[in-house]
């Protein structure tokens, strides 16, 4: 099973409707039918509100799909190395501005 099978089964068990659970989440339907077709996938936040919504557990419903699991991780990686970056270039800009200054001073 796949994160997309799971949405639309679960909302199906509940009785609701695409558009009940876009105007729970204050989305629009189509999201809702593009997550229930596997054209893209929700964000973390809105996992968050369908797994209560459905009252299942996170884990339940992107269980078995691995590619948005990697999709995850991918992007806890991403935000990581993003911010050690600007460790790096703070000292770097903060070391040539005072260099500059001291040429500056001594002109």
């Given at each position: 099973m796949n994160l997309s099978y799971n949405l639309k089964k679960k909302r199906e068990e509940k009785g609701f409707s695409?558009?009940?659970?876009a105007q729970e989440l204050h989305i629009s339907r189509q999201s809702i039918s593009k997550w229930e077709n596997g054209n893209c996938y929700p964000d973390l936040d809105n996992l968050i509100k369908l797994s209560n919504l459905y009252n299942v557990s996170l884990?339940?419903?992107?269980?078995?799909d691995e590619d948005f699991q990697k999709k995850i991780v991918i992007?806890?990686?991403?935000?990581?190395n993003n911010s050690?970056?600007?460790?790096?270039?703070?000292?770097?800009?903060?070391?040539?501005?005072g260099l500059v200054q001291l040429i500056v001073n001594h002109l």
């Open positions: 695409q558009e009940h659970i884990d339940e419903l992107i269980k078995g992007k806890e990686t991403e935000g990581k050690k970056l600007w460790w790096i270039v703070f000292p770097i800009l903060g070391s040539a501005y």
